[in-house]
């Protein structure tokens, strides 16, 4: 078998790598959750809430992209936990992940389907949620390029109707755009806010704003496609995180501003009352096609990130070889044959399931986000002793993380919170909801069983820091397209 059958190809440029983890954090988190956000802790609390979170995640990514910069492989955090730490770690934590995204494409299908009922209610959603996973196949089966290209207009969408929100909310309180008396700060303070619901109100939302920063760790499964990693990846993850926290940050501001706090719900997305407020002509028309930009974007990123986080299994034993095939590409077809039939599957099973398996299918994807940021924190805290403990210098670092070791042991103590918090919501003064109870913790037994199952089967251990594998070795040759290849050679410590 030719070696170029087996690889994957740098097609990921600079702006591609900026969008897609931009994009990855800009969703219905901001476009339809918000509204709730700010109904259930006030703009105070909200505000308070985001910014803990954005602190974390950039705590997160400058750990992955110190990583990533050094190794910059499709694996990512799973390759890094099995190379620094522990191989059992890296396979249950790379099988997370994987099923992670392909519950999250079935979910995305369905959400796609109600979208679409707004236009054409008599249209069953069964045809647009085929329609969209043929477009995010299709879109993956092409190229990386061809993923980066879409998801660089897929959130560009999303970006700019940001920055317009933004415009127009500042226009509104200044008052140059006239609407009415009810906007200003003055909302901040009506009822008991800023700060509705004190502390247990911002614990909520803490819990609710790390679900909305899914996605920005998919920049280190990007790194292993992208051109120039040691100059892309730096760059990327600092224009992010700025960027982040403006557009969630400044919204909470906006948003505060506008709609007074007590009116806000998530039946209607608080961006579409904005801009009905000033007069946009079929603002909900508008929102829902911006919404449905979202959608696509999540399963396309969905498709991308589980199909490579396969194909580093399987180059690495830890999943079947047939998945680490590649065609002339550079495109892991069996890795995304597979993700798609998982996906479809459990797709159908919210279809005929709804209420019995689907529910807990999603249940246990649930935490799988935070367990991977869990991974990243711990893969980065190993990765810089055993640097350090092998004699090496840090200046040789493409890219450092600033905080270290702040940063990922702030940003493990406050995953580990989100991940223990998650069954707050259940615990009522009529009693415990025990179902609720047990479906918000079942991510953790079924990671433990991956971890365990392995760690028996294979009897690894905790790698001695001295032979921690950190090198890297990449032979870069031009195919017939001009595209470059991937070669690694890493071996597995």
């Given at each position: 078998?030719?070696?170029?059958?087996?690889?994957?190809?740098?097609?990921?440029?600079?702006?591609?790598?900026?969008?897609?983890?931009?994009?990855?954090?800009?969703?219905?988190?901001?476009?339809?959750?918000?509204?709730?956000?700010?109904?259930?802790?006030?703009?105070?609390?909200?505000?308070?809430?985001?910014?803990?979170?954005g602190i974390m995640v950039y705590f997160l990514i400058t750990s992955l992209g110190e990583m990533?910069?050094?190794?910059?492989?499709?694996?990512?955090?799973?390759?890094?936990?099995?190379?620094?730490?522990?191989?059992?770690?890296?396979?249950?934590?790379?099988?997370?992940?994987?099923?992670?995204?392909?519950?999250?494409?079935?979910?995305?299908?369905?959400?796609?389907?109600?979208?679409?009922?707004?236009?054409?209610?008599?249209?069953?959603?069964?045809?647009?949620?085929?329609?969209?996973?043929?477009?995010?196949?299709?879109?993956?089966?092409?190229?990386?390029?061809?993923?980066?290209?879409?998801?660089?207009?897929?959130?560009?969408?999303?970006?700019?109707?940001?920055?317009?929100?933004?415009?127009?909310?500042?226009?509104?309180?200044?008052?140059?755009?006239?609407?009415?008396?009810?906007?200003?700060?003055?909302?901040?303070?009506?009822?008991?806010?800023?700060?509705?619901?004190?502390?247990?109100?911002?614990?909520?939302?803490?819990?609710?704003?790390?679900?909305?920063?899914?996605?920005?760790?998919?920049?280190?499964?990007?790194?292993?496609?992208?051109?120039?990693?040691?100059?892309?990846?730096?760059?990327?993850?600092?224009?992010?995180?700025?960027?982040?926290?403006?557009?969630?940050?400044g919204t909470i501001i906006i948003l505060g501003a506008i709609i007074p706090f007590t009116k806000?719900?998530?039946?209607?997305?608080?961006?579409?009352?904005?801009?009905?407020?000033?007069?946009?002509?079929?603002?909900?028309?508008?929102?829902?096609?911006?919404?449905?930009?979202?959608?696509?974007?999540?399963?396309?990123?969905?498709?991308?990130?589980?199909?490579?986080?396969?194909?580093?299994?399987?180059?690495?034993?830890?999943?079947?070889?047939?998945?680490?095939?590649?065609?002339?590409?550079?495109?892991?077809?069996?890795?995304?044959?597979?993700?798609?039939?998982?996906?479809?599957?459990?797709?159908?099973?919210?279809?005929?399931?709804?209420?019995?398996?689907?529910?807990?299918?999603?249940?246990?994807?649930?935490?799988?986000?935070?367990?991977?940021?869990?991974?990243?924190?711990?893969?980065?805290?190993?990765?810089?002793?055993?640097?350090?403990?092998?004699?090496?210098?840090?200046?040789?670092?493409?890219?450092?993380?600033?905080?270290?070791?702040?940063?990922?042991?702030?940003?493990?103590?406050?995953?580990?919170?989100?991940?223990?918090?998650?069954?707050?919501?259940?615990?009522?003064?009529?009693?415990?909801?025990?179902?609720?109870?047990?479906?918000?913790?079942?991510?953790?037994?079924?990671?433990?069983?991956?971890?365990?199952?392995?760690?028996?089967?294979?009897?690894?251990?905790?790698?001695?820091?001295?032979?921690?594998?950190?090198?890297?070795?990449?032979?870069?040759?031009?195919?017939?397209?001009?595209?470059?290849?991937?070669?690694?050679?890493?071996?597995?410590?």
């Amino acid at each position: 078998m030719n070696d170029e059958k087996n690889e994957l190809k740098r097609g990921l440029q600079a702006r591609h790598l900026n969008m897609i983890a931009l994009g990855g954090s800009i969703g219905t988190g901001i476009f339809l959750a918000m509204g709730d956000t700010l109904n259930q802790a006030g703009p105070g609390g909200a505000l308070v809430a985001y910014g803990l979170i954005g602190i974390m995640v950039y705590f997160l990514i400058t750990s992955l992209g110190e990583m990533a910069t050094h190794m910059p492989i499709s694996g990512s955090f799973s390759s890094y936990a099995t190379k620094f730490i522990d191989p059992a770690l890296g396979f249950a934590l790379g099988w997370n992940y994987w099923y992670n995204w392909a519950i999250t494409i079935a979910a995305e299908m369905v959400a796609g389907s109600l979208i679409m009922k707004y236009w054409f209610p008599h249209v069953s959603g069964f045809v647009w949620s085929i329609i969209f996973l043929a477009i995010i196949v299709g879109l993956n089966v092409l190229s990386s390029k061809a993923y980066g290209e879409s998801e660089y207009w897929f959130a560009g969408i999303k970006v700019f109707t940001v920055l317009v929100f933004l415009l127009i909310g500042v226009l509104m309180i200044l008052g140059v755009i006239n609407a009415g008396s009810d906007v200003g700060f003055h909302n901040y303070t009506i009822a008991d806010g800023p700060f509705h619901g004190g502390i247990k109100s911002i614990f909520a939302i803490f819990l609710i704003a790390g679900f909305s920063f899914q996605g920005t760790e998919l920049i280190g499964v990007a790194a292993g496609e992208s051109e120039n990693p040691e100059k892309t990846i730096p760059k990327a993850i600092k224009s992010v995180f700025w960027r982040i926290l403006i557009f969630y940050l400044g919204t909470i501001i906006i948003l505060g501003a506008i709609i007074p706090f007590t009116k806000a719900g998530v039946s209607t997305s608080p961006f579409t009352m904005v801009f009905q407020k000033v007069g946009i002509a079929q603002a909900a028309s508008l929102m829902n096609a911006i919404i449905l930009t979202s959608v696509l974007s999540a399963g396309n990123s969905g498709m991308y990130a589980s199909s490579r986080m396969l194909y580093s299994m399987a180059k690495e034993g830890m999943a079947p070889k047939i998945f680490a095939k590649t065609n002339k590409r550079g495109v892991p077809v069996n890795a995304l044959i597979i993700t798609t039939i998982v996906a479809s599957a459990c797709f159908l099973t919210g279809i005929f399931a709804e209420s019995t398996v689907y529910v807990w299918l999603v249940a246990a994807s649930g935490l799988a986000g935070f367990i991977a940021w869990v991974g990243i924190a711990i893969c980065h805290y190993r990765f810089r002793k055993a640097y350090i403990y092998q004699g090496k210098d840090l200046k040789d670092l493409k890219y450092q993380s600033k905080f270290y070791p702040l940063g990922p042991i702030m940003a493990l103590l406050m995953c580990i919170i989100i991940i223990l918090g998650q069954g707050y919501s259940c615990i009522k003064p009529e009693g415990i909801d025990f179902n609720g109870l047990i479906a918000s913790y079942i991510g953790i037994p079924l990671f433990v069983v991956l971890y365990v199952w392995y760690k028996v089967k294979h009897k690894t251990k905790v790698i001695p820091l001295a032979e921690v594998d950190l090198e890297y070795h990449e032979e870069i040759e031009n195919t017939e397209d001009n595209a470059t290849v991937i070669k690694t050679e890493n071996s597995l410590a």
